[in-house]
């Protein structure tokens, strides 16, 4: 991570880095997760983000790691072929 103060989209304030939050996306639920248990986690994986709170209104906003920038050029230079 470059800065561990941004700007906040809101108020304009410094927003503090906080933490690195993991976000699970995909796989499956309700009641295929009851019915098919770990087996329904198979297309899960987790999406880490950096968290950055605004101390002056409290507006919380999330940024892409890195490794999820460099991973969504990849999809973008693929798809232009």
């Known amino acids: ?24 996306v995909g796989g499956t639920s309700g009641g295929m997760k009851l019915l098919f248990g770990e087996w329904a986690e198979l297309g899960e994986e987790m999406i880490p983000m950096y968290v950055f709170v605004c101390p002056n209104c409290g507006k919380i906003e999330l940024y892409a790691t890195e490794d999820l920038k460099d ?5 973008a230079n693929a798809t232009k072929q």
């Open 1 to 24: 991570m470059s800065a561990n103060i941004r700007k906040c989209s809101f108020c304009g304030q410094n927003a503090q880095y906080v933490y690195t939050a993991k976000f699970r």
């Open 71 to 75: 991973r969504a050029n990849r999809v």
